[in-house]
């Protein structure tokens, strides 16, 4: 293949991976959800440059091969004359299909031994991983139910082998097969059910790998305790060893918050590159990110960054902008300065409301254009929200999370809310707002905010914070209404969908809001009300 059959291969691959994972003798080098990358096919070359925090790697690429969603591509080292291999591969899970069965199929035996074990007295009803699309289950949990008598609890587990955005998404689960398996009709029982008529269940028993249950174990911390028991195990497949993890304490998380960064002082700073992009695109977004750095974004999509940089020969500071969409950034220079003009014109013309619905950039990151609408008027999701102090993609690292909080602002009372956004239909939209209305009131009860530049001169209110889940009314998943019913009564949440065409002005469809009620210790578990749901619908 010729350098510049390469570099369009490479680009077309990686511009629809974004979650893609790089691997150098047999190892993972890169994750492009968080490494950034660059393609240069100049001067007869086809460059690849990988970079992270932890490492950076330049290789020459000298041919690609595309199979079965992986790039496989022989490539050379600088200053080394034998190629080697790099493959790139857009799923992280990168097991056959066949290997994934057998590895789900020995789990099952083990979950099956690990439960008569740790549970004696209890019967274990068939464990099944098999595909339910109607109630949104697919084979990577193994679910069933154990009972003794008439109580029963309601089991899901996921192996090791599995990925940690699948265990982090197991308790999702977890919460509809509890819900599945308390809605089954008692008459409709058949001799492949796994609940015994007359049984109820008491809650469930979520087991996941070893080391892996921080996020879970946050988010069940804050679930209804008198809907269901919720309990945690972390399950050693190796050493066939299983240990309850303690969710009783909500107060219990490990996070941090970065400091606000002074927007006058880092607009006065690089005020010569916001001026020679605006003239490019006037009216674009600027985003401080930092002291050192500042992002350009069109309708949300940040296609530029300028940074403090230094200089290759004297390491003294100097101002640079980077430029590309998504993992893809170039230093922007004379030799590349059509590329960036390019790039500017491209974003504008098919960034607007009346664009080619079918193009990349007008269909890329539909969410963040969905938070740069909310953030211009906030008030449009709820009257009681400030407009003048919005912050947007906070970042609040926990569990070896890097998290980012959507919208964060606060009522004209001086109440923290927390505003969770989907563009699209997502099935973990409630337990992703609960896990950063989590994070928030954690800070917000230290006291951290003001501590650390948020809301300079506001006063807080020290109520817990308000927390929004906000989503097209025609893309909100058919779950919604079940998760939302097993989040604790102590969290005042608030369900907002939104008219379809949200690209031409945000509107309020409808509202769903929980109802709020004083705590009470009752351990008596009951199925999850309905009607604490009150429904609204804008005049």
């Given at each position: 293949?010729?350098?510049?059959?390469?570099?369009?291969?490479?680009?077309?691959?990686?511009?629809?991976?974004?979650?893609?994972?790089?691997?150098?003798?047999?190892?993972?080098?890169?994750?492009?959800?968080?490494?950034?990358?660059?393609?240069?096919?100049?001067?007869?070359?086809?460059?690849?440059?990988?970079?992270?925090?932890?490492?950076?790697?330049?290789?020459?690429?000298?041919?690609?091969?595309?199979?079965?969603?992986?790039?496989?591509?022989?490539?050379?080292?600088?200053?080394?004359?034998?190629?080697?291999?790099?493959?790139?591969?857009?799923?992280?899970?990168?097991?056959?299909p066949s290997a994934k069965k057998a590895c789900r199929t020995t789990y099952e035996a083990k979950l099956r031994r690990a439960l008569e074990r740790h549970f004696p007295g209890f019967e274990i009803a068939r464990l099944t991983n098999g595909v339910d699309l109607e109630k949104s289950f697919g084979p990577i949990?193994?679910?069933?139910?154990?009972?003794?008598?008439?109580?029963?609890?309601?089991?899901?587990?996921?192996?090791?082998?599995?990925?940690?955005?699948?265990?982090?998404?197991?308790?999702?689960?977890?919460?509809?097969?509890?819900?599945?398996?308390?809605?089954?009709?008692?008459?409709?029982?058949?001799?492949?059910?796994?609940?015994?008529?007359?049984?109820?269940?008491?809650?469930?028993?979520?087991?996941?790998p070893a080391g892996s249950s921080a996020l879970v174990q946050e988010r069940m911390a804050n679930l209804n305790r008198n809907a269901a028991k919720w309990r945690l195990f972390e399950f050693d497949e190796r050493e066939d060893a299983v240990r309850e993890i303690d969710c009783s304490d909500r107060g219990n998380?490990?996070?941090?918050?970065?400091?606000?960064?002074?927007?006058?002082?880092?607009?006065?700073?690089?005020?010569?590159?916001?001026?020679?992009?605006?003239?490019?695109?006037?009216?674009?977004?600027?985003?401080?990110?930092?002291?050192?750095?500042?992002?350009?974004?069109?309708?949300?999509?940040?296609?530029?960054?300028?940074?403090?940089?230094?200089?290759?020969?004297?390491?003294?500071?100097?101002?640079?902008?980077?430029?590309?969409?998504?993992?893809?950034?170039?230093?922007?220079?004379?030799?590349?300065?059509?590329?960036?003009?390019?790039?500017?014109?491209?974003?504008?013309?098919?960034?607007?409301?009346?664009?080619?619905?079918?193009?990349?950039?007008?269909?890329?990151?539909?969410?963040?254009?969905?938070?740069?609408?909310?953030?211009?008027?906030?008030?449009?999701?709820?009257?009681?929200?400030?407009?003048?102090?919005?912050?947007?993609?906070?970042?609040?690292?926990?569990?070896?999370?890097?998290?980012?909080?959507?919208?964060?602002?606060?009522?004209?009372?001086?109440?923290?809310?927390?505003?969770?956004?989907?563009?699209?239909?997502?099935?973990?939209?409630?337990?992703?707002?609960?896990?950063?209305?989590?994070?928030?009131?954690?800070?917000?009860?230290?006291?951290?905010?003001?501590?650390?530049?948020?809301?300079?001169?506001?006063?807080?209110?020290?109520?817990?914070?308000?927390?929004?889940?906000?989503?097209?009314?025609?893309?909100?998943?058919?779950?919604?209404?079940?998760?939302?019913?097993?989040?604790?009564?102590?969290?005042?949440?608030?369900?907002?969908?939104?008219?379809?065409?949200?690209?031409?002005?945000?509107?309020?469809?409808?509202?769903?809001?929980?109802?709020?009620?004083?705590?009470?210790?009752?351990?008596?578990?009951?199925?999850?009300?309905?009607?604490?749901?009150?429904?609204?619908?804008?005049?």
């Amino acid at each position: 293949m010729t350098p510049e059959a390469l570099t369009r291969t490479l680009q077309e691959f990686l511009s629809e991976a974004s979650g893609a994972v790089v691997l150098e003798d047999g190892a993972i080098a890169f994750d492009l959800a968080r490494a950034k990358y660059s393609i240069s096919g100049e001067y007869h070359k086809c460059l690849l440059h990988l970079w992270s925090a932890e490492r950076n790697a330049v290789r020459r690429v000298l041919d690609a091969e595309l199979k079965n969603g992986m790039l496989r591509l022989s490539v050379q080292r600088l200053g080394q004359a034998r190629p080697t291999r790099l493959e790139i591969w857009r799923e992280r899970d990168r097991r056959s299909p066949s290997a994934k069965k057998a590895c789900r199929t020995t789990y099952e035996a083990k979950l099956r031994r690990a439960l008569e074990r740790h549970f004696p007295g209890f019967e274990i009803a068939r464990l099944t991983n098999g595909v339910d699309l109607e109630k949104s289950f697919g084979p990577i949990y193994t679910r069933g139910v154990i009972r003794r008598g008439q109580s029963a609890f309601a089991v899901l587990g996921v192996n090791e082998k599995e990925t940690q955005a699948s265990v982090d998404a197991s308790l999702t689960f977890g919460i509809l097969w509890l819900d599945a398996c308390r809605n089954a009709h008692p008459v409709a029982q058949n001799a492949t059910s796994v609940v015994r008529p007359g049984s109820w269940i008491e809650g469930l028993l979520l087991f996941v790998p070893a080391g892996s249950s921080a996020l879970v174990q946050e988010r069940m911390a804050n679930l209804n305790r008198n809907a269901a028991k919720w309990r945690l195990f972390e399950f050693d497949e190796r050493e066939d060893a299983v240990r309850e993890i303690d969710c009783s304490d909500r107060g219990n998380v490990a996070t941090r918050l970065v400091h606000a960064p002074n927007e006058a002082a880092a607009r006065e700073r690089f005020a010569d590159s916001i001026q020679r992009v605006q003239q490019l695109l006037p009216n674009c977004e600027v985003a401080v990110l930092s002291a050192a750095e500042i992002g350009f974004r069109w309708r949300g999509l940040e296609f530029a960054r300028a940074r403090i940089g230094a200089e290759a020969a004297t390491f003294r500071p100097k101002q640079e902008i980077i430029f590309g969409v998504g993992a893809e950034e170039r230093v922007l220079e004379d030799r590349n300065c059509d590329s960036f003009l390019q790039l500017v014109a491209a974003v504008r013309n098919a960034r607007h409301i009346y664009g080619p619905k079918q193009h990349p950039l007008f269909r890329m990151h539909p969410e963040r254009w969905l938070e740069s609408l909310v953030v211009g008027d906030v008030c449009v999701i709820d009257e009681r929200l400030e407009s003048r102090e919005v912050y947007s993609q906070v970042p609040a690292f926990s569990a070896g999370d890097r998290a980012m909080i959507d919208v964060l602002t606060r009522t004209h009372e001086g109440r923290l809310a927390v505003v969770e956004l989907k563009a699209d239909e997502d099935i973990h939209l409630p337990l992703q707002g609960l896990d950063y209305w989590s994070r928030v009131g954690w800070h917000h009860a230290r006291g951290e905010f003001g501590r650390f530049g948020y809301f300079a001169g506001s006063e807080l209110s020290l109520e817990a914070p308000l927390l929004y889940l906000v989503a097209p009314s025609l893309h909100v998943h058919p779950t919604t209404d079940a998760l939302v019913r097993y989040i604790s009564p102590e969290i005042e949440w608030e369900f907002v969908g939104i008219d379809e065409h949200w690209r031409e002005g945000v509107k309020v469809v409808f509202r769903k809001r929980s109802e709020k009620r004083p705590h009470h210790r009752n351990t008596e578990n009951r199925r999850a009300p309905k009607s604490e749901l009150l429904i609204e619908k804008p005049a």
